[in-house]
């Protein structure tokens, strides 16, 4: 079983910054995909950025030059930084990883960008 922490959301104002973190544990190998994933109320869950196995990565079109994830791989975390953010941003951030074929959530994180 594999267990995802989330943490460092919270309140931000519009241009600030925030920086995730996300923590796996348990049983598992060879990581696969590790990510975030956001969900905004009255909307559907949308990929903000992953690393995949090897460093590569994808951005969601609207976090582009303004969201930079990193993996530190000894310690099975990844991190999501945030800078000049938007009202728009707001939302609940999920971290996400796939491991031997199966997807895996942590609980999430409440992001919320207001003046």
């Known amino acids: 079983q594999v267990q995802l922490v989330e943490s460092g959301g919270g309140l931000v104002q519009p241009g600030g910054s925030l920086r995730l973190s996300c923590a796996a544990s348990?049983?598992?190998?060879?990581?696969?995909?590790m990510g975030w994933y956001r969900q905004a109320p009255g909307k559907e869950r949308e990929l903000v950025a992953r690393?995949?196995?090897?460093?590569?990565?994808n951005y969601a079109d609207s976090v582009k030059g303004r969201f930079t994830i990193s993996r530190a791989n000894a310690k099975n975390t990844v991190y999501l930084q945030m800078n000049s953010l938007k009202p728009e941003d707001t939302a609940v951030y999920y971290c996400?990883?796939?491991?031997?074929?199966?997807?895996?959530w942590g609980k999430g994180t409440l992001v919320t960008v207001s003046s």
């Open positions: 996400h990883l796939i491991t031997g074929g199966i997807n895996y």
């Open positions: 348990g049983s598992f190998f060879n990581v696969n995909t």
């Open positions: 690393i995949i196995n090897g460093g590569s990565t």
